[in-house]
């Protein structure tokens, strides 16, 4: 992700042509969320912004994605900006869903309890591995799975 909207943190350091090729990319991954005037809505917003952060204080707390986010919608130009303010609204809440590492860790210390301190590095993997991502797991359909195995490993001989 960091890749695709690299363009809404690092704009300041980046070229003008940097900044048009950043910008076609992500018009081509959200071509339902973005129109194909975005480039030049995205440098008009810049623009406003640099002007808006003379008069505001430069300190930046939380990140200039968010603190651009909030300059739009509190001096009530968000209507102005459409497509920045999609794309800037995406990349917030995409930020907030990304806790996959930390999720791995607390399951990883559910898996590695006491009974099953003597698991291979192999198998503990495979189960962390099945813990973390457990939505998939849950909308297999294993009646098939099971079937095709019970058919392979029958022990039944026919005559």
């Known amino acids: 992700m960091q890749q695709r909207c690299g363009i809404l943190t690092e704009f300041d350091s980046m070229s003008d042509e940097h900044i048009q090729i950043a910008i076609e990319r992500l018009a081509d991954n959200y071509p339902k969320d973005l129109s194909f ?58 930020m907030s869903t990304k806790c996959s590492g930390e999720r791995s860790f607390s399951q990883l210390a559910r898996i590695k309890n006491v009974k099953r301190s003597t698991m291979s590095h192999e198998s503990l993997g495979v189960q962390a591995l099945l813990c973390i991502e457990r939505e998939p797991l849950h909308e297999t359909d294993f009646t098939s799975v099971t079937d095709e195995f019970a058919a392979i490993k029958s022990r039944k001989v026919t005559i």
């Open 37 to 94: 005037e975005f480039y030049s809505e995205f440098c008009q917003c810049i623009c406003w912004y640099k002007e808006q952060s003379k008069e505001y204080s430069r300190k930046v707390l939380t990140g200039i994605a968010q603190h651009i986010f909030r300059l739009l919608h509190t001096n009530g130009v968000y209507t102005a900006f459409p497509n920045t303010e999609v794309i800037f609204r995406i990349f917030l809440s995409l």
